[in-house]
């Protein structure tokens, strides 16, 4: 990432980067750990339960602020008004959202015919106008990059949440030691962000700045959810129709699958999202950086989730424990979604920054309808079906994205996956070595935990000389970015 990628805004992207790399590493050797623990601690039935409604976590975000941050982030130019409508807006629905999912805790426990639900669902919905309350000044503080407020707050909530579901899980609390996590990571994140903002909301409100961010925000907010509905179908319908053991085995293969998603490619359209925005009428910067940043996102996670395919056995007997051995055929197949998945998280960062937030929308119906059947007609074959069935919908349909993408930034589809060839390449021949290695190692009677060494060392070691060999770009990346600036007066531009 050259500074001819992002011109005077070098500096900001930058720094976010390393703010939000190096904070998203920390959160995820502490959610690694944290998840391991409560593995141990915790059965496949607590997950279960507690998944049922934490599936509905997803929601927090998605209602607590109605999509009016990913307008106040785009717009060009921001009033008063538009700030202090965009929270009193944020907070009466955050509150709204709260009661709202208490009065349905009872009928949600009666669907799931488990009454353990209907408490913890309640608890739970306090989390909208925890995370409501501070939506505004989380959006103020990214429309301006500055990561380091953002992600200290992520990561004090992640802390102590973490802290607050292991000593619950300790006492035998079950599965309200991970409600409990929930509900204090948003506490804490709230109160965080408001100590990192300076701005403090007016008592002002304008219909006219609230029509003018709904224009924005409207499809961004249908999007949003059909996007909820495509993550989360699935674990609904396995917790209603296969069983609480069977999500909780299910919610571990699928944390395992978003790993990369959510550790590096969401940091990266975190960072990038404002980015764009501020770039949005420089159209041929905006697509060679994604196709550059999308490259290198590829090198980190598609090696990571091709080599969690070919330890599985071993991964989830060392680390998870042996009880957990009905995950390890999902784990292999939802490894695959999250390659597809981990290369679309600029897409929505592009098309939101070039107002193309009709195209996400269609989007968002595409992909819901395919996801929607695709769970329904795998039920029938159980948890793997589903995943097989997940991992078909997904093959089929994340090309459309990639295409609207590259449609909106006005060039060909193609240069997508010429951009990843190199990377590709270099897994593929890693994921032979691993192979080869595992084949060896068949009558060597190797307990699961050197096997598991052995081939882990083999894929690392394997890997990096080819993908510097096959996409030697990636070593110039990291030289531009390592390179200061040539000018030291720069100035960055004010973001207002």
Known sequence: MSEGLFGALRGRVVRGLLWKGGSSMARQLLRIAVTVVLARLLSPHDYGVAGMVIVFATLVEIFGDLALGAALVQRPNLTEKDRSTAFWVSTGAGLLFTFIGIALATPLAAFYDTPAVRPLFMVMSLSFVITAVGSTQAALLMRVMDFRGLELRLTGGAIVGSAVAIALAWKGAGPWSLIAQQVATAAVATVLVWRFSSWR???????????????????????????????????????????????GAYTIAYNIMLLPSNQIAMPVQGVLYPTFSRMQDDVPRVAQAWLSVNRIVGAISLPALAGMVLVAPEFVDVVLGPKWSSAVAVIQILAWVGMLQSLQGLNSSVLQARDRTGDLLKYGIVVCTASLTAFVLGLQWGLVGVAVAYAISSTLVEPYYTWLTARALGISVFAFPRALAGVVQAVLGMAVAITLVRVLLSGAGLGATPRLLVLIAVGVLTYFPLVLWRAPELRAYARRLRRPRASKTAVEPALS
């Open 201 to 247: 909301p007016r008592f002002t409100f304008s219909r006219a700045s609230l029509r003018d961010l709904g224009s924005f925000s409207g499809r961004v907010f249908g999007t949003r959810l059909l996007f909820y509905a495509n993550r989360n179908a699935d674990n609904v319908l396995v917790g209603r129709y296969i069983g609480a053991s069977a999500l």
